[in-house]
C-alpha cells in the first residue's frame, strides 16, 4: 500500500437509531505496527477501518434522526469506541448542528412536511492514511418516510450522498473524528446542517434574466395549458434515473455538477428537441457523443436559452410549480444561479416534490428545499 493512496472498503449500515458495521475488504497493517500505541503513516487495519465506518454512520444517523417525528434528544456522535470516536470540538460542532436540524424539522412541520420514519446506510468507499491523519471516504444513503397529513403526499424522499471525513491520530493509538464535509455540488441534503451564510457581489449579466419567485404558501394554482410536450415522461425519466445514471450521457459530476445535464435529458426525453449551433451561443440547446452546448450543462446558460427560446414561461411562485416545470436555486444570492432541479410530483393540495442529480435526490419537497435554504433566492418556470 502506498502513502497517502486510499484503501477500497465494502458496505457498512446504519438505520435511525441502530449501527451496524460491516467487514471491510483491504486494509492497512504491516505486522510489525499490529501493537503500535499512535498509528502511523500506512498503519490501519481492519478493526480501525470498521471503527472509521461506525464512526461516520453514528453521526450520519444521528443527523438524520433529528429530523424524525417524535425521536428524543440522543446523542449518539457524543458515543466513543476504544479505536475511534469524536473529538472533543466535533461533539460541540455536531451537537449545533443537530439543534439547527431540530429547528428545521419545525420550520417543515410549520409548511406541512413531518418524517415518521428515517433509515440512513453508510458505505466505507475508502480509507487513507498520510501520517497521524486518516481521509476516509464515505457513501450516504437516506430514506425518509412521509407523514400521510393531508393523504396524498409520496411514500418517501431519499437521496445519496459523499462525504469525507479527517481523522487525526491521538494518544492511546485512537483515531479522533476532525471534521466531515459534504463532497456533492448541489443543494445540501435535507439532514445537513446549515453553514454559516455568505454573501458577495452581485453579478451584472446583459443575458435574459429570470424574474424570482416568490416562496410564500399558500398560493394560487396556475394549471398547465395543453402542450405537445410530455411531463410524464420527462418525470418517469428523472425517477428512473435519479440514482443510477443512463449510459447514454455523460456524467458532470467532476466538473462542476451534473444537475442541469440530467435536467435537459429529461426535457428531451419529454419532447424537447435540439436546437443546434455553436456550443457557446445560448440560443443553441444541444447533446452529441463527444460535446454538447453550454446551455445543455450550464445552470445559467439554460435558463438564458430557456427563457430566449420561449419554451419556458417564469412563475412568480415556487409553489406554483406542476410535473416537469423547473427549479433554480441561486444558493447565497450573489446573481448567480447555482442548481437546477424538476418538480416530478405534486400533491393535491399544491407542494411540488422536486428529483434532481447533485446531490441525487428524490421527490424532495419544496417545504424541505425551503426549510433548509430559507436565505437562497429561488426561480420557477413553467415548461
Same mark, same amino acid.
Given at each position: 500500500?502506498?502513502?497517502?493512496?486510499?484503501?477500497?472498503?465494502?458496505?457498512?449500515?446504519?438505520?435511525?437509531?441502530?449501527? %451496524? @458495521?460491516? =467487514? +471491510?475488504?483491504?486494509?492497512?497493517?504491516? *505486522?510489525?505496527?499490529? /501493537?503500535?500505541?499512535?498509528? #502511523?503513516? &500506512?498503519?490501519?487495519?481492519?478493526?480501525?477501518?470498521?471503527?472509521?465506518?461506525? %464512526? @461516520?454512520? =453514528? +453521526?450520519?444517523?444521528?443527523?438524520?434522526? *433529528?429530523?424524525?417525528? /417524535?425521536?428524543?434528544?440522543? #446523542?449518539? &456522535?457524543?458515543?466513543?469506541?476504544?479505536?475511534?470516536?469524536?473529538?472533543?470540538?466535533?461533539?460541540?460542532?455536531?451537537?449545533?448542528?443537530?439543534?439547527?436540524?431540530?429547528?428545521?424539522?419545525?420550520?417543515?412541520?410549520?409548511?406541512?412536511?413531518?418524517?415518521?420514519?428515517?433509515?440512513?446506510?453508510?458505505?466505507?468507499?475508502?480509507?487513507?492514511?498520510?501520517?497521524?491523519?486518516?481521509?476516509?471516504?464515505?457513501?450516504?444513503?437516506?430514506?425518509?418516510?412521509?407523514?400521510?397529513?393531508?393523504?396524498?403526499?409520496?411514500?418517501?424522499?431519499?437521496?445519496?450522498?459523499?462525504?469525507?471525513?479527517?481523522?487525526?491520530?491521538?494518544?492511546?493509538?485512537?483515531?479522533?473524528?476532525?471534521?466531515?464535509?459534504?463532497?456533492?455540488?448541489?443543494?445540501?441534503?435535507?439532514?445537513?446542517?446549515?453553514?454559516?451564510?455568505?454573501?458577495?457581489?452581485?453579478?451584472?449579466?446583459?443575458?435574459?434574466?429570470?424574474?424570482?419567485?416568490?416562496?410564500?404558501?399558500?398560493?394560487?394554482?396556475?394549471?398547465?395549458?395543453?402542450?405537445?410536450?410530455?411531463?410524464?415522461?420527462?418525470?418517469?425519466?428523472?425517477?428512473?434515473?435519479?440514482?443510477?445514471?443512463?449510459?447514454?450521457?455523460?456524467?458532470?459530476?467532476?466538473?462542476?455538477?451534473?444537475?442541469?445535464?440530467?435536467?435537459?435529458?429529461?426535457?428531451?426525453?419529454?419532447?424537447?428537441?435540439?436546437?443546434?449551433?455553436?456550443?457557446?451561443?445560448?440560443?443553441?440547446?444541444?447533446?452529441?457523443?463527444?460535446?454538447?452546448?453550454?446551455?445543455?450543462?450550464?445552470?445559467?446558460?439554460?435558463?438564458?436559452?430557456?427563457?430566449?427560446?420561449?419554451?419556458?414561461?417564469?412563475?412568480?411562485?415556487?409553489?406554483?410549480?406542476?410535473?416537469?416545470?423547473?427549479?433554480?436555486?441561486?444558493?447565497?444570492?450573489?446573481?448567480?444561479?447555482?442548481?437546477?432541479?424538476?418538480?416530478?410530483?405534486?400533491?393535491?393540495?399544491?407542494?411540488?416534490?422536486?428529483?434532481?442529480?447533485?446531490?441525487?435526490?428524490?421527490?424532495?419537497?419544496?417545504?424541505?428545499?425551503?426549510?433548509?435554504?430559507?436565505?437562497?433566492?429561488?426561480?420557477?418556470?413553467?415548461?
Amino acid at each position: 500500500m502506498t502513502r497517502g493512496s486510499f484503501v477500497k472498503s465494502t458496505t457498512l449500515r446504519s438505520a435511525v437509531g441502530v449501527v %451496524v @458495521a460491516g =467487514a +471491510v475488504s483491504a486494509v492497512l497493517l504491516p *505486522a510489525s505496527a499490529a /501493537g503500535a500505541a499512535t498509528p #502511523r503513516a &500506512a498503519t490501519v487495519d481492519k478493526a480501525t477501518a470498521d471503527a472509521f465506518g461506525r %464512526v @461516520a454512520a =453514528a +453521526v450520519l444517523t444521528e443527523r438524520t434522526e *433529528a429530523l424524525v417525528d /417524535g425521536r428524543p434528544a440522543r #446523542r449518539i &456522535a457524543g458515543r466513543t469506541g476504544q479505536k475511534a470516536g469524536l473529538s472533543a470540538r466535533t461533539i460541540r460542532t455536531e451537537g449545533d448542528g443537530v439543534s439547527s436540524l431540530r429547528t428545521r424539522k419545525k420550520r417543515l412541520a410549520a409548511l406541512g412536511e413531518v418524517y415518521t420514519a428515517g433509515d440512513t446506510k453508510v458505505s466505507v468507499d475508502g480509507v487513507r492514511v498520510t501520517g497521524a491523519r486518516a481521509t476516509v471516504r464515505v457513501t450516504e444513503t437516506t430514506t425518509f418516510r412521509y407523514k400521510k397529513i393531508r393523504g396524498d403526499e409520496p411514500a418517501t424522499t431519499g437521496f445519496k450522498a459523499h462525504h469525507e471525513l479527517g481523522f487525526t491520530a491521538a494518544k492511546g493509538g485512537r483515531w479522533e473524528l476532525t471534521g466531515i464535509k459534504a463532497t456533492d455540488d448541489g443543494p445540501r441534503a435535507v439532514n445537513a446542517p446549515a453553514p454559516a451564510p455568505a454573501r458577495t457581489a452581485g453579478v451584472a449579466t446583459t443575458t435574459p434574466d429570470a424574474p424570482k419567485a416568490s416562496t410564500s404558501w399558500p398560493v394560487r394554482a396556475v394549471p398547465k395549458k395543453r402542450t405537445s410536450y410530455n411531463y410524464a415522461a420527462m418525470a418517469a425519466y428523472s425517477e428512473k434515473y435519479w440514482r443510477n445514471y443512463n449510459p447514454a450521457y455523460r456524467k458532470f459530476n467532476e466538473a462542476g455538477g451534473d444537475c442541469t445535464n440530467f435536467l435537459s435529458q429529461a426535457l428531451k426525453a419529454g419532447g424537447w428537441k435540439p436546437e443546434t449551433g455553436g456550443s457557446a451561443d445560448y440560443r443553441k440547446w444541444w447533446y452529441e457523443n463527444t460535446r454538447q452546448s453550454d446551455s445543455w450543462i450550464g445552470v445559467n446558460e439554460w435558463s438564458w436559452y430557456a427563457l430566449n427560446s420561449k419554451r419556458v414561461t417564469p412563475l412568480s411562485n415556487v409553489f406554483q410549480m406542476e410535473v416537469g416545470d423547473v427549479l433554480q436555486m441561486d444558493f447565497d444570492g450573489d446573481g448567480a444561479k447555482d442548481h437546477s432541479m424538476m418538480t416530478t410530483y405534486r400533491s393535491g393540495y399544491g407542494m411540488p416534490y422536486l428529483t434532481y442529480h447533485s446531490t441525487n435526490t428524490y421527490r424532495k419537497s419544496m417545504a424541505s428545499i425551503l426549510a433548509s435554504y430559507p436565505d437562497a433566492v429561488y426561480f420557477a418556470y413553467r415548461t
